[in-house]
């Protein structure tokens, strides 16, 4: 083992996947909560939903399209003074949260639109029959007939900002991506470069897993 | 109870407005189950959806329980809702819900306290029939399991009205029947009115007392079941009655005989109650001398008594037939000598 792989320092490569995974599981949680708003607000104000409100959902949609369409390395900087900003840095795995979440976010809520939308509108309407006020609506009857979606959305989304991670790890965010780059590609060690890509291949593959159990338990359709 | 007043719907398209409801005065009483039968685009989704404000009225008035709808708001209008439930032809139950969970729904938005919810849902399982299915998804249910759900869920907060939008629209005839029985059921049992739209004529037949006839927004003839059923006045009322009294095999079978030839006289004879034609069957054969021959024979029972049609062919030489068709002119039946070109 140690003969394959002797430029490799375990605790090193310990710690890296600790801070991918550290930035992934806040990136997620802060981009599943934004984007399902986000998303909620795309839905809700469209033509014909609850909240019908022409100048809100073209607002809504613009900020979604302008921030999926920049690059992410190119979105990293441009919010270099704004992450200073909020975090104080722009070094170590909370530097690279705001960026991420940013990035993310207005992908995921495209995602939570689009199985909105997919919600049975005569199921909408029956809740309404009953007297469901708007609250219900969301909570009682969008939410959980999407949830499937949702959480289908939510693992590519993941997948996505795990790689972002990496990326982020080029200027000087840490993980996994940090560290192929700095002791893997800069000093020449392609064993390193392969075990962190090794690395990150079975996070992506857990995530997978993870998701496609939680659709398969929820799915009762 | 509901009372229609110059209710008007008109929807504005990119090809100009559609008058999808118009100017209907309607009155519907307290625990009567009423039919309203149209041809598709007639507008009778349209209109039921009317009485729960699932569409806004352009004009007129929509009183239920001496409240007008079109004036409710908020939450004063989710409260109403809460008393006019709807069912519907495609159920509208939530997947990601049990039958329980389903039918606990409504009890959740009303606010019922877990105990008092639990209480309920298993009575109301038990009075659709849904004993041992509670916890199974609206996937592992058929049609009319689904259905019985989406009854449970309307009756859950005891409204006084329910509204069927092609409730059984979706299930086969033996299903259909046995969700109107329950429908019969729960109107006698807990007093309910009931309004259901419907493009078959068998639905009204079997349990309604009395039926709007829709066409292009407008009903065109309304009244008691039974009257509409003996005495239809409108063209388009005469097409629904004939898809119960005169089956179309029935109509063939008799345009083949008028094709060989024979010219015995072929007669439709229309009789209220079960058995009114056994007399005169008789009679015709013995006083008249004519022999008859049964073509067909139907009785169709209505809520409020039965009504039937039979057809048959007389035969015997021209007096007798005169005889035959003066005396039957006399009884308390109508008679229709059918022609060729029928
Ligand atoms: N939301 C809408 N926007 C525009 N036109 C509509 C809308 N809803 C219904 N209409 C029109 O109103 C008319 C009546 O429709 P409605 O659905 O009430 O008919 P229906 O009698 O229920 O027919 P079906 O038996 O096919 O359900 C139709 O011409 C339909 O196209
Ligand atoms: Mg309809």
Redesign the interface.
Known sequence: MNEIFENINWANMWEATLETLYMSALAVLATFILGVLLGLVLYMTDKGNMWENQPVHLAAAAIVNIFRSIPFIILIILLVPFTTFIVGTMLGPSAALPALVIGAAPFYARLVEIGLREV?K??I?????????QW?IIF??LI??S?PALISGITVTAITLVSYTAMAGVIGAGGLGDLAFREGFQRSNSDVTLAATAAILVIVMILQWIGDRIIYR?D?? | MIALEKLSKIFPTSNGDITAVDNIDLTIDEGEIFGVIGYSGAGKSTLIRLL?M?EKPTSGKIIIAEKNMADLQG?SL?????E???I?Q?F??????TVRENIA??L???KLSKKDKNARVDELIDLVGLTGREDA???QLSGGQKQRVGIA?ALA?NPKVLLCDEATSALDPKTTDSILELLTDINKKLGLTIVLITHEMHVIRKICNRVAVMENGKIVEEGPVLDVFRQPREEMTKEFVKQITEPEETMEAIRELMKTGDTSPIVKISFLGEDAEQPIMTNLILTCGVSVNILQGKVSKTRDGSYGTLFVQLQGNQEQLNHALSYLKDQQVQTEVMTAHE
């Open positions: 049975n005569g199921v309407e029956a809740a309404q029959s009953m007297g469901a006020n219900h009682k009857v959980p007939e949830l929820i009762k359709r | 729960n699932l939450s989710r409260k109403a809702r809460q006019i439930s709807m519907f495609h509208n139950l939530l997947w990601s819900r729904f409504p959740e938005i009303a998804y609206p996937a869920r907060n």
